[in-house]
């Protein structure tokens, strides 16, 4: 299937869309002249062309799925999996973005705690000797 199946089923839609609106403006007048007769003949000529709308409608939507089916286009069972796909996705990097700052922060926690642990087991580890001496007798 071509493209210029779609733009056909397209122009017919077009051209039946406009003879439809010319049909309720033709209403109009008819109701302002409160003609029955004309008014019944007018709603046959009306459910006409709903019909012909739909038939176009659905021949324009067999022509774009065969359209999309022959280059290889998803389908729109495939492309509503795909967004799924996509949500379900963006759901799972923003947890593990939560998950990798609360991995850092424990890391972060960690380092702290072994600086202090460390200060206490050899608290004179981290002086700076600036030409002092230490007796380490007393």
Do not use: C, W
Request: zero cysteines; proline letters at 1%.
């Amino acid at each position: 299937m071509s493209a210029r199946n779609i733009i056909g089923s397209l122009g017919k839609l077009v051209k039946l869309h406009k003879s439809f609106n010319q049909l309720a403006v033709r209403k109009t007048a008819i109701l302002k002249a409160n003609d029955t007769e004309a008014i019944t003949a007018l709603l046959i000529s009306e459910q006409k062309h709903i019909k012909a709308i739909n038939k176009t409608d659905k021949e324009r939507q067999r022509a774009v799925e065969e359209f999309l089916a022959t280059n290889g286009t998803a389908g729109q069972p495939e492309q509503q999996l795909g967004r799924a796909v996509l949500l379900l996705n963006q759901q799972v990097d923003h947890l593990l973005k939560l998950q990798k700052q609360e991995i850092e922060r424990d890391i972060q926690e960690i380092n702290k705690k072994k600086k202090s642990s460390n200060k206490y087991t050899n608290p004179y580890e981290s002086l700076s000797v600036d030409g002092m001496f230490y007796d380490k007798r007393y």
